[in-house]
């Protein structure tokens, strides 16, 4: 799960791929709001480059962000630098030490959980945020579902980024027996005039039944306040059309 994350770290933001998380970092702090939440630790799972984090630090939040992957973590440090209340954590999500993590208000999960490699891994990830909330306290994440990453998949291949040195072109194919989708980066990266690097990351989202995490959360100790999509509409877990899950958690 890590090393391709490290190959194409270094170009994580100019690609565009932490904006969803910057993007819905304000959203998902009001919606928790409405649901009553009161609280100024915020704890950020698979943080990768700090989409979220850097928005919740800015605001005064302070902020513990975890993720396995080293260079991602080095990109959160240098995006976040600037802004108080930040401690990074180099962790494996599914097995989260409690002891050496201060309690949370709030848990976030943004675009993490499709990189599971199973279902068990993301009830591993239930099991391990259940650990270290206390009750009453929320857990935000979302997936994108089956039929969000079979759109994913049939996107056409093209070039994703050409200025500035930076060239990328983009792969795209989805299993549909496995309910996987591939994401395949060729990266040409200009290190001085005239010499560019070839790289190539190949990431993997997995699709997993809405109604089945929800199952998993509650054997983890935690009700179901809400499940919605980005745009905050509450959504049935059987729904066939929707791209994207939010689900919102309460520890008992």
């Given at each position: 799960?890590?090393?391709?994350?490290?190959?194409?770290?270094?170009?994580?933001?100019?690609?565009?791929?932490?904006?969803?998380?910057?993007?819905?970092?304000?959203?998902?702090?009001?919606?928790?709001?409405?649901?009553?939440?009161?609280?100024?630790?915020?704890?950020?799972?698979?943080?990768?480059?700090?989409?979220?984090?850097?928005?919740?630090?800015?605001?005064?939040?302070?902020?513990?962000?975890?993720?396995?992957?080293?260079?991602?973590?080095?990109?959160?440090?240098?995006?976040?630098?600037?802004?108080?209340?930040?401690?990074?954590?180099?962790?494996?999500?599914?097995?989260?030490?409690?002891?050496?993590?201060?309690?949370?208000?709030?848990?976030?999960?943004?675009?993490?959980?499709?990189?599971?490699?199973?279902?068990?891994?993301?009830?591993?990830?239930?099991?391990?945020?259940?650990?270290?909330?206390?009750?009453?306290?929320?857990?935000?994440?979302?997936?994108?579902?089956?039929?969000?990453?079979?759109?994913?998949?049939?996107?056409?291949?093209?070039?994703?980024?050409?200025?500035?040195?930076?060239?990328?072109?983009?792969?795209?194919?989805?299993?549909?027996?496995?309910?996987?989708?591939?994401?395949?980066?060729?990266?040409?990266?200009?290190?001085?005039?005239?010499?560019?690097?070839?790289?190539?990351?190949?990431?993997?989202?997995?699709?997993?039944?809405?109604?089945?995490?929800?199952?998993?959360?509650?054997?983890?100790?935690?009700?179901?306040?809400?499940?919605?999509?980005?745009?905050?509409?509450?959504?049935?877990?059987?729904?066939l059309d929707v791209a994207r899950v939010i689900f919102m958690v309460k520890k008992l």
């Amino acid at each position: 799960m890590s090393s391709d994350y490290t190959v194409i770290a270094p170009f994580y933001d100019r690609l565009g791929l932490s904006d969803f998380a910057a993007s819905m970092a304000p959203h998902l702090l009001t919606f928790a709001q409405q649901h009553d939440w009161v609280g100024r630790r915020v704890l950020d799972l698979g943080c990768g480059t700090g989409g979220a984090t850097r928005w919740f630090a800015e605001h005064g939040y302070s902020v513990v962000s975890v993720d396995e992957d080293a260079a991602m973590l080095d990109q959160l440090r240098g995006n976040t630098g600037d802004v108080a209340h930040v401690d990074v954590l180099q962790a494996d999500i599914r097995a989260l030490d409690a002891s050496a993590i201060d309690r949370a208000d709030m848990v976030l999960a943004v675009d993490t959980l499709n990189d599971m490699s199973s279902l068990r891994d993301v009830e591993a990830v239930l099991k391990s945020v259940s650990a270290i909330l206390s009750a009453g306290k929320y857990f935000l994440f979302d997936l994108q579902t089956l039929y969000g990453l079979a759109e994913t998949g049939r996107a056409s291949d093209s070039l994703i980024h050409d200025e500035s040195g930076l060239v990328v072109f983009q792969q795209s194919a989805y299993d549909f027996e496995r309910q996987v989708c591939h994401l395949t980066y060729d990266i040409f990266a200009e290190q001085t005039a005239g010499v560019w690097s070839r790289s190539r990351a190949r990431l993997v989202r997995r699709a997993y039944p809405v109604a089945a995490v929800a199952t998993l959360a509650k054997r983890h100790q935690f009700e179901l306040m809400a499940l919605v999509d980005v745009n905050l509409n509450r959504v049935d877990a059987n729904a066939l059309d929707v791209a994207r899950v939010i689900f919102m958690v309460k520890k008992l």
